[in-house]
């Protein structure tokens, strides 16, 4: 499940039967629409991915809206056959034991980040394409700088939907990428609340231009004692767990990167850093 662990929120859907914006209404349209989806249909869907090793992953995903928000379900297909659970409370990863790597899809956070997204990154429309069969809308966003990746989403001229998204690095490298091959719609099920922003002052933190909080926890599921907070430039995000460590207990400083999503760990006095998201080491380690 290397790359089933990868994959949260990469299905971003519109409203049912709401009109499509012409890519004249501007990129933001179809940003927010695809945010507000993400939080009110309800779905089955089939979706392959490739985390950048040639290796194809097949999932099965559904999503269901309910008074706390979406809960997401994802089966894979191929290997063990793990099984994750998302929902507004956190993660659980149920079957065999294994690599359990969290990471995020692809999307475009709404809001504050979304009025400055430009800032950073290069945003294109292209309104010809085809995917799956369907119109297809692709949207590239490039950065401006090298310290993250860009992102290319094909979106469905119809319905909002992302059909298909591409991770590229600063030599326009395919680092990662993944389609639907099927999707069943159930309906709209009501738009779940919106969360409460972050008040940054509360941290004591100074982040980097066009990086800002977006969420955080007094407590981690499966680790005792620990933190998390997320932070997010609208594009890339980044997850980071602060604990500490039982006497005599160690944990692996080496780090890793599968496709887009890296990891380094960080130590400041007795206090360790667990750092996660779809940027370049060297950034996890910059924003860590």
């Known amino acids: 499940m290397r790359a089933l662990a990868c994959l949260l929120g990469l299905l971003l859907a519109a409203v049912a039967g709401a009109q499509s914006p012409s890519p004249a209404d501007g990129w933001r349209t179809w940003a927010l629409r695809m945010d507000k989806a993400q939080r009110s249909l309800n779905y089955d869907a089939t979706l392959v991915i490739d985390a950048g090793n040639g290796d194809w992953e097949l999932v099965e995903l559904s999503q269901r809206v309910g008074p706390g928000g979406p809960?997401?379900?994802?089966?894979?297909?191929?290997?063990?056959?793990?099984?994750?659970?998302?929902?507004?409370?956190?993660?659980?990863?149920?079957?065999?034991?294994?690599?359990?790597?969290?990471?995020?899809?692809?999307?475009?956070?709404?809001?504050?980040?979304?009025?400055?997204?430009?800032?950073?990154?290069?945003?294109?429309?292209?309104?010809?394409?085809?995917?799956?069969?369907?119109?297809?809308?692709?949207?590239?966003?490039?950065?401006?700088?090298?310290?993250?990746?860009?992102?290319r989403l094909w979106i469905d001229a119809d319905t909002g939907l992302p059909l298909r998204s591409e991770r590229i690095d600063v030599d326009q490298q395919i680092l990662e990428r993944r389609m639907v091959t099927r999707l069943v719609v159930h309906g709209f099920a009501g738009a779940s609340a919106t969360p409460a922003p972050v008040v940054l002052d509360e941290t004591g933190w100074t982040l980097p231009g066009g990086f800002h909080l977006v969420g955080s926890a007094l407590t981690v599921p499966g680790i005792a004692g620990a933190r998390q907070w997320v932070i997010s430039d609208g594009v890339a995000w980044i997850s980071v767990y602060q604990m500490r460590l039982p006497q005599g207990v160690t944990i692996d400083s080496k780090g890793w990167r599968q496709g887009a999503l890296s990891q380094v760990t960080l130590r400041s006095g007795e206090d360790w850093f667990y750092v996660l998201g779809d940027l370049p080491p060297q950034t996890l380690v910059l924003h860590g």
Do not use: C, F, H
């Open 71 to 151: 809960e997401q379900q994802w089966l894979g297909m191929n290997g063990a056959g793990r099984r994750q659970v998302r929902t507004a409370q956190g993660v659980s990863l149920l079957g065999p034991e294994g690599d359990q790597r969290i990471g995020q899809g692809p999307q475009l956070r709404a809001g504050p980040l979304l009025a400055d997204l430009d800032k950073y990154y290069r945003v294109d429309i292209d309104p010809r394409d085809r995917v799956a069969g369907r119109r297809a809308l692709r949207m590239s966003l490039q950065p401006l700088s090298a310290d993250r990746y860009g992102l």
